[in-house]
């Protein structure tokens, strides 16, 4: 027993890039960590830009029976298992709660209807593309281009157009209500939400639910739409990406890792939980490695 014993650490974490290598989207570099973080019971959040469908497969391998938040903030998933209760208008998926901060994916499938007169022939959407399309658009085997559209709260844009017409295409988006968030391949058109309004409502269900403990957060990610989720937390780490540049945060007390990917992951998140850690389960990764 030590000072930490009223500590409950909470670890979010980014999934492409951070938790899974961008190359390879292995992460066993991770995985002795993540089986002692199981064993102390601290959680592992994940944060992701993917569909709950996407991210299922994950969490099934990773036996990670934790919340997890989708589509870049969209929404939070919690097993009911997880919290008795929730407060707010949650609603009920199969054996989780979901608390969604974006209006469903049919909203944004019908302003972008409104929109296909003016910019005609300049963008597709998943819904227009259909499964065979996605496959075409990003490589994806077909479950995995089916899992990726089983979408909740968004639709993905490909833009055929120029960079102007494409500011234009995203500022009568926006004057319509929606959020566009550049990913990578695609704009994703959605509500007013961003990874760090998701994490920020999800630390306040653990303080109520754990009343009397302090919270310690901790969040991973690599790229520019993790920045709202690290600027929310109490320890935000950088992962170093083989393909991005380092994110600028405003938050004074932020790890870059010297290694990419996975095993940045690590380096980061065993460095910063080993003084809070005070019972390790086994002689194990958490601790006596510096
Ligand atoms: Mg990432």
């Known amino acids: 027993m030590n000072g930490f014993m009223h500590q409950k650490i909470l670890i979010f974490t980014d999934v492409d890039g951070s938790l899974l290598d961008h190359h390879s989207y292995s992460y066993s570099a ?27 497969v994950l969490r099934t391998e990773l036996q990670n029976r934790h919340p997890f938040i989708v589509e870049n903030g969209a929404a939070v998933f919690i097993p009911k298992a997880c919290f008795p209760e929730l407060v707010g208008n949650a609603d009920t998926v199969d054996d989780l709660f979901c608390y969604a901060f974006s209006e469903p994916r ?16 300049l963008f597709t ?5 259909g499964v065979k399309g996605i496959m075409e658009m990003t490589g994806l085997s077909r479950a995995a281009a089916e899992r990726a559209n089983q979408r909740d ?6 833009w055929l157009g120029d960079e102007k017409s494409k500011q234009a295409f995203i500022a009568a988006v926006e004057a319509r209500g929606a959020t566009v968030l550049q990913g990578g391949r695609f704009l994703h058109i959605t509500g007013g939400c961003d990874k760090g309004k998701a994490v920020q409502w999800l630390c306040q269900q653990y303080q ?25 937390v109490d320890k935000p780490i950088i992962i170093r990406s083989p393909i991005q540049t380092i994110p600028t945060l405003k938050h004074r007390d932020v790890y870059i ?7 940045g992951w690590v380096e980061a ?14 002689n194990n990764s958490l601790l006596g490695n510096d």
């Open 30 to 56: 991770a995985e002795p960590l993540l089986e002692d973080l199981r064993t102390a019971d601290v959680p592992v959040i994940p944060v992701t830009s993917k569909t709950r469908a996407e991210l299922q």
């Open 106 to 121: 049919a909203y944004w499938q019908a302003l972008l209807k409104e929109l296909e007169t003016e910019f005609e022939h």
């Open 125 to 129: 959407t998943f819904e227009k593309a």
């Open 153 to 158: 709260f968004s639709e993905p844009v490909s």
């Open 208 to 232: 109520d639910h754990y009343a009397g403990l302090d919270l310690l957060t901790l969040a991973a990610g690599d790229s520019h739409n993790d920045i709202a989720m690290l600027e929310v």
């Open 257 to 263: 890792t010297n290694k990419y990917g996975p095993e």
């Open 269 to 282: 998140v065993s460095k910063l939980i080993a003084p809070t850690i005070s019972c390790p389960p086994s």
